[in-house]
T-cell receptor
Framework: DGGITQSPKYLFRKEGQNVTLSCEQNLNHDAMYWYRQDPGQGLRLIYYSQIVNDFQKGDIAEGYSVSREKKESFPLTVTSAQKNPTAFYLC??????????????FGSGTRLTVV | DQQVKQNSPSLSVQEGRISILNCDYTNSMFDYFLWYKKYPAEGPTFLISISSIKDKNEDGRFTVFLNKSAKHLSLHIVPSQPGDSAVYFCAASVYGGSQGNLIFGKGTKLSVKP
């Protein structure tokens, strides 16, 4: 079955360390996205990519970096510059230009806790 | 400034009754709207959508209403069931927009009591 996989589900890191969250999809979707969810904040866009080797900053990109070397993969690195990295991170993918569409397919998320 | 607003952070209803979740938007260019349902520690899942050429879309117990003049949409769940307890996100997009991105509201937590 096609889907989008995030790993790991839970991640603990010490303050000051970089950490990379994995996101892989086998849906042949063009676009991929990273969101962060905090209580009362909804879903906030970190980065998105519509094509391999290209990505754009979202609303809260500071302290994060991404790469898109393959269509299937869009890893997110939370750097030590991110001041408040503890959050629930969601990856999503979508087809571009399909209308009507079902929007995004989301992964199951990664809970990052920085201690 | 928020383009998609869900002004009620939470809603509590009795099992069997109607749940009405509301969403307002400010960008008149939005032409496609979606509702997602999210359980704790899981990713959101698509629930129902509506394009701006319609004012109603129905799928089983779920109906979405769109009032373009008021820039308002609502999700009706009838009858509500305990398994409907989750956070519901409203999202909007512009077809063919430069990003094709969805703009999400902050969500409404629905609690359905047995």
């Amino acid at each position: 079955d096609g889907g989008i996989t995030q790993s790991p589900k839970y991640l603990f890191r010490k303050e000051g360390q970089n950490v990379t969250l994995s996101c892989e999809q086998n849906l042949n979707h063009d676009a991929m996205y990273w969101y962060r969810q905090d209580p009362g904040q909804g879903l906030r866009l970190i980065y998105y990519s519509q094509i391999v080797n290209d990505f754009q900053k979202g609303d809260i990109a500071e302290g994060y970096s991404v790469s898109r070397e393959k269509k299937e993969s869009f890893p997110l690195t939370v750097t030590s510059a991110q001041k408040n990295p503890t959050a629930f991170y969601l990856c999503a993918s979508s087809i571009i230009g399909q209308y009507p569409n079902y929007g995004y397919t989301f992964g199951s998320g990664t809970r990052l806790t920085v201690v | 400034d928020q383009q998609v607003k869900q002004n009620s952070p939470s809603l509590s209803v009795q099992e069997g009754r109607i749940s009405i979740l509301n969403c307002d938007y400010t960008n008149s260019m939005f032409d496609y709207f979606l509702w997602y349902k999210k359980y704790p520690a899981e990713g959101p899942t698509f629930l129902i959508s509506i394009s701006s050429i319609k004012d109603k879309n129905e799928d089983g117990r779920f109906t979405v209403f769109l009032n373009k003049s008021a820039k308002h949409l609502s999700l009706h769940i009838v009858p509500s069931q305990p398994g409907d307890s989750a956070v519901y996100f409203c999202a909007a997009s512009v077809y063919g927009g430069s990003q094709g991105n969805l703009i999400f509201g902050k969500g409404t937590k629905l609690s359905v009591k047995p």
